[in-house]
């Protein structure tokens, strides 16, 4: 009976040590590189794709579902895969496929083969991100892990404040063509990486002979149609749609499907038992809540320079290159500094802090900010990237077995792709909805005839009477009506960083039942400030 629990608990997934970990450091932040770079393309730069594939708003919108649905359907099997097939298999071949793909793509100009390519293209890339979590886990040292894991989880802020100002060069100084191209470049780099830091590894038969391919296949179709639901919502006006409606509830039963088939089968694959442990769960729920909080990192501030203050991506992506992601060449080795000497629970604190300072900030914001005034946001941000995620993994690693990883990277991946996305999709819907109730508040004291009115729309009329005097009045109107949607959108962020406001002081809150760790090889080592002096006193004679 033991030996059952303990087979329901995932496949052992302990691998070789690498030969050269700095290779398979490289193919860890060229891997993560790729993949978040690739969620930039689909919402900063898929403005530039419509034009270039000539596509309309809703080709577009189903071609951004796409690309991403189909990474969320192949992550979370990843870490099985990797198990059974081993590291330079799951990466290799695949990232010369992925090289092939991204040159053919601009090529590309019909609507169906470019949808086609583009779920290819982007199962590839859902690869990507796992597996290299993997390298970690399975060929890594220990003493290499922290580090390595610290790339892995700032991956996703790095590329938030990264990827703006790259789509902004690629389209204005090389051709938008490059959006693609850059793989060409730097996946078979990966795959290179890969064969050269990671151990051959043997097919492993015996667990691919019990393969749950149901599970996977019932967990995978039911999150990517979920999230396909949910990113479709906000153009289709959710329930009023039936397409929605059909996304949202097949996922959903296909979901409960996955649970009863982990339930029944001999060897599941991803058991739900492995968030039984309070810590653990706790630190999921950290992670979804997390991927939300940061939302305004990656949704909230660019999203209002372009929306209000109407700048172009690459003129936002400066602020967030600047002052979010080079602080990180800082923060990030001071976080893996604290984390060897103090409990993760502090250092995760300190990030979640950050992002609950940066999102407070934000509800000052009015019409008058400029892209300056986001500074201190920003660097605040950037903090809570380097101190939020990495935390939570420690927690995770420090509270789970990192040789059963198979089960729990699952997780991982779930609550990382899905609440990022999911997140953003979310957003967008709230941001429409409080833009139209603000409006219609707004627009109930713009009453026609009202002495107030009547007086701004001659000041306007007046202003455009040198440029034509018949058509004043109606773009006296009009100017009236931008001002009334420009304050509208303005209190909608306002609410959008409140909304995210407390989702981190939420976070904080679920802090709180973290218990201490077991001890193990990420247990902090007290600081010995004696030994520190004396070096500091031997460096300076």
């Known amino acids: ?14 691998g070789g040590v690498a030969p050269q ?33 000539s596509l309309s708003f809703d080709e577009g919108a189903w071609l951004s579902t796409a690309a991403i649905g189909s990474q969320i359907f192949i992550a979370p099997a990843v870490a099985w895969l990797a198990t059974v097939f081993g590291l330079r298999r799951i990466l290799g071949i695949p990232s010369l496929v992925y090289a092939l793909i991204s040159l053919v793509i601009p090529f590309v100009h019909d609507y169906y083969a470019l949808i086609t390519l583009s779920i290819v293209h982007g199962m590839l890339l859902g690869m990507f991100v796992p597996a290299t979590l993997m390298i970690i886990l399975r060929n ?20 938030l404040d990264t990827g703006s100002s790259l789509v902004g060069f690629y389209v204005d100084h090389w051709g938008w063509q490059w959006l693609y191209w850059q793989g060409v470049v730097i996946a078979p780099l990966m795959g290179l990486m890969v064969y050269l830091g990671t151990p051959h590894e043997e097919v492993n038969r015996s667990l691919l002979r019990d393969a749950d391919w149901g599970g996977m296949l019932l967990l995978g179709t039911g999150i990517s149609m979920i999230y396909a639901g949910l990113d479709q919502g906000n153009r289709l006006d959710w329930l009023e749609s039936g397409t929605v409606i059909a996304l949202l509830l097949c996922g959903g039963l296909l979901s409960v499907g996955f649970v009863i088939n982990e339930t029944l089968v001999r ?52 602020l967030l290159f600047v002052y979010g992601a080079l602080p990180m060449f800082v923060m990030v080795p001071v976080s893996i500094f604290l984390l060897r000497h103090i409990d993760p629970r502090w250092v995760l604190i300190v990030g979640l802090s950050a992002f609950a300072t940066a999102n407070l900030l ?20 950037s903090i809570g990237q380097a101190f939020t995620l990495l935390p939570l993994i420690i927690i995770l690693l420090c509270n789970a077995d990192p040789s059963r990883a198979t089960a729990f990277a699952a997780y991982i991946q779930i609550t990382r792709l899905c609440g990022a996305e999911i997140g953003v999709s979310l ?21 026609s005839g009202s002495a107030d009115v009547t007086r701004i729309l001659k000041q306007l009329a007046d202003s455009f009477a040198s440029h034509g005097g018949a ?71």
């Open 267 to 318: 060897q599941p694959w991803a058991h739900i038992n492995v968030l039984f442990s309070r810590n653990v769960g706790l630190a999921l729920a950290g992670i979804l809540l997390y991927t939300l909080a940061s939302l305004s990192n990656s949704s909230l501030v660019p999203n209002f320079l372009g929306t209000v203050v109407l700048l172009r991506p690459e003129q936002s992506g400066h």
């Open 1 to 14: 009976m033991a030996a059952n629990d303990d087979d329901r608990r995932g496949p052992i997934s302990r």
């Open 362 to 381: 934000g509800t000052q914001l009015t019409h008058e900010w400029a892209r300056e005034d986001f500074i201190p946001i920003v660097i605040l941000q």
């Open 140 to 159: 890594l040292p220990i003493r290499w892990w922290l580090p390595a894991i610290a790339i892995y989880s700032i991956r996703v802020g790095f590329a």
């Open 471 to 541: 058509a004043a009045p109606a773009r006296a109107v009009a100017s009236l009506s931008a001002l009334v949607q420009r304050e509208s959108n303005v209190l909608a962020y306002i609410d959008g960083f409140w909304l995210t406001f407390w989702i981190a002081m939420l976070a904080l809150i679920l802090v709180i039942p973290i218990t201490r760790a077991p001890k193990g090889p990420f247990t902090p080592m007290p600081l010995d400030i004696q030994a520190l002096t004396q070096r500091f006193r031997l460096s300076r004679t």
């Open 427 to 447: 957003m967008g819907t709230w941001l429409r909805i409080r833009e139209q109730i603000h409006s219609n508040f707004i627009g109930q004291h713009v009453a």
């Open 21 to 53: 970990p700095l290779f398979a450091v490289g193919a860890v932040l060229l891997g993560s590189f790729l993949a978040n770079f690739d969620s930039r393309l689909t919402s900063v730069g898929l403005p530039d794709l419509r034009g270039a594939f």
